[in-house]
């Protein structure tokens, strides 16, 4: 059991460049989210699924898309790169529908933009 | 004024010592309270929820003031592995989720 996988761990990404960063989860969880946390800063929610299929924008989303075609996959997707998107970005999953419910986070993948 | 807030530190205290973060939280209708422990560049763990009633786990407690919107950690007997970054998580409702910029803790030996 894996829990929560992100690839890859860090990137150096050129402005105006495209990239997905990839989280799956083997627990069968209903619930995914997508955070990225600057340094010093609270994480903020990029995107978030309920399920495979639905999807919907959290507190920062400009300049992100994702998918949800399964339950264990949920890319997130940088169309083109900013500086100002350099951070660490964090993949979570949780069981879904309960008030006090653990989210579950991957290690995390490093972006640098330049 | 910030969502969540929390003191950043850094707390440094030694080996033994007893240690409290509080956090402060703006929507009155906020319904879930967590802590969280991130390590250095690692992802957030979950510590432990907050309950109304204040909950305990081993050398942590955890309480929660809903009239004063705060919510507070303690650790007893700290130990060189409780230094880490110490998270104040709040769900006013739905999916969102609010975590503060989170609390620096050293213990030193």
Redesign the interface.
């Known amino acids: 059991n894996a829990g929560v996988t992100q690839t890859p761990k860090f990137r150096i990404l050129k402005i105006g460049q495209s990239m997905t960063l990839q989280c799956t989860q083997d627990m069968n969880h209903n619930y995914m989210y997508w955070y990225r946390q600057d340094p010093g800063m609270g994480l903020k929610l990029i995107y978030y699924s309920v399920g495979a299929g639905i999807t919907d924008k959290g507190e920062v989303p400009n300049g992100y898309n994702v998918s949800r075609s399964t339950t264990e996959d949920f890319p997130l997707r940088l169309e083109l790169a900013a500086p100002s998107q350099t951070s660490v970005y964090f993949c979570a999953s949780a069981t879904g529908g309960a008030r006090q419910e653990t989210q579950y986070f991957g290690p995390g993948t490093r972006l640098l933009v330049l | 004024r910030k969502e969540?807030e929390q003191d950043?530190g850094p707390f440094n205290v030694p080996e033994g010592a007893t240690v409290a973060f509080n956090c402060t939280y703006s929507n009155s209708a906020s319904?879930?309270f967590?802590w969280y422990r991130q390590d250095c560049r690692?992802?957030?763990?979950?510590l432990m929820?907050v309950?109304s009633s204040g909950n305990e786990d081993g050398r942590f407690t955890a309480q929660l003031n809903r009239a004063s919107q705060y919510i507070s950690l303690l650790i007893r007997d700290s130990k060189l592995s409780d230094s880490a970054t110490y998270?104040c998580v709040v769900?006013p409702g739905g999916?969102?989720?609010?975590?503060?910029?989170?609390t620096r803790l050293f213990v030193k030996a």
């Open positions: 969540v950043p319904q879930s967590f690692k992802e957030p763990k979950l929820s309950y998270l769900r999916f969102k989720t609010i975590f503060g910029a989170g």
